[in-house]
């Protein structure tokens, strides 16, 4: 049943391009031409937007992830330092002004760092960064603060800072590593992006080209193939075969229009034939009687003594010959 529904609509579809004008016809092809270009640029807008969108989610989820957590660590990292720096010269400087001086400026980086170190938690959204740092933040203000009078106790809270230290390094190298994994995940769905868009024109290039060529060779044989036909058949009318038919005379494009007078051309020769007969008839037939007439009886005379002279002369001949041999 769906096969024969199948066949029903090809053949509605062969039938409706068949009574298509030619100028109709001459249009199907680069109407598909058209159409597969456009669906190709659809295909590419919406490709495209999904890439815009791809490289967005790159830049601002993957790149920008990955790029605060490198400045915080190595932001920390150099703070760290100079934290180390200041622990180890507070024994042997004697210049409190120079001192405080770099106290203060640690502070200030100190400060500095939080935005940076608390814009990473808020990104990523891990309470843990945001619990070390304060941890953090506290032993490192403590240990300056402590340095300044004493550098025993200043070192006894550097214990403290380089502990939660390493935890708040621990957990920004953990959040680059997942940055880099997004990073990692954005690149790859963008080259899965650009794949399926080559394989999409490709696509469509493929299927708009056999389309093209399916529907030239369909156009050229509706066109072609009848106009065979209706050749051979004026040729046959003009060699004077009346009993052939006339075919496509039931198509609505300009191969009926031309076979329908063909049609009225045959019926005209037939006519003609027909009243043609009929002057020969009553040329030789009376037109009351129906009977034959003098022109007829005069030309089946001359007709029989052709004939009698023919054999006449033919027996002559014979009879020559037989004498010669004798």
């Known amino acids: ?12 579809v062969v039938r409706s391009i068949k ?40 830049d601002n989820v993957a790149f920008e992830g990955l790029r605060q957590s490198m400045v915080a660590i190595e932001a920390l990292t150099d703070f760290q330092t100079e934290l180390y ?18 106290a203060l400026r640690l502070t200030k980086r100190l400060d500095a760092i939080a935005p940076q170190v ?33 550098a025993a106790y200043g ?13 708040l390094r621990n957990v920004l190298t953990e ?7 997004h990073r990692n995940a954005a690149t790859n769905d963008l080259l899965a992006g650009l794949a399926r868009m080559r394989l999409s024109f490709l696509t469509l290039v493929v299927l708009g080209a056999g389309v093209s060529i399916a529907a030239a060779l ?10 065979v036909r209706l050749t051979q058949t004026m040729t046959a009318l003009a060699e004077g075969s009346l009993e052939v038919g006339i075919p496509d005379r039931e198509r609505n494009d300009e191969i009926g229009a031309m076979a329908n007078a063909v049609q009225i051309f045959k019926e005209n020769m037939v006519k003609r034939r027909s009243l ?51």
């Open 276 to 326: 043609a007969s009929e002057i020969v008839y009553l040329a030789h037939h009376d037109a009351l009687t129906n009977l034959a007439n003098r022109v007829l009886f005069q030309e089946n005379l001359q007709r029989e003594l052709g004939y009698v002279r023919r054999v006449a002369a033919l027996r002559s001949i014979i009879w020559t010959s037989t004498t010669s041999r004798q």
């Open 175 to 181: 959040t680059t590593a997942r940055a880099q994994q």
């Open 118 to 150: 608390k814009g990473v938690a808020a990104r990523e959204g891990i309470a843990a960064i945001t619990d070390d740092f304060v941890g953090y933040d506290w032993s490192a203000r403590q240990m300056i603060e402590f340095t300044r009078h004493d």
């Open 155 to 167: 070192v006894m809270m550097m214990g403290y800072a380089e502990d939660f230290f390493d935890k």
């Open 218 to 227: 369909l156009i050229a044989r509706e066109i072609s193939v009848p106009t």
């Open 1 to 12: 049943m769906v096969l024969a529904h199948s066949e029903s609509r090809k053949q509605f």
């Open 85 to 102: 720096h200041l622990s180890s010269t507070a024994a042997n400087e004697t210049d409190h002004v120079k001192f405080d001086a770099t």
């Open 19 to 58: 009574d298509l004008p030619f100028w109709a016809k001459s249009l199907i092809a680069p109407a598909v031409a058209v159409t597969v270009m456009l669906a190709m640029a659809g295909t590419a807008f919406v490709n495209l937007a999904y890439q815009e969108t791809s490289v967005s989610n790159l």
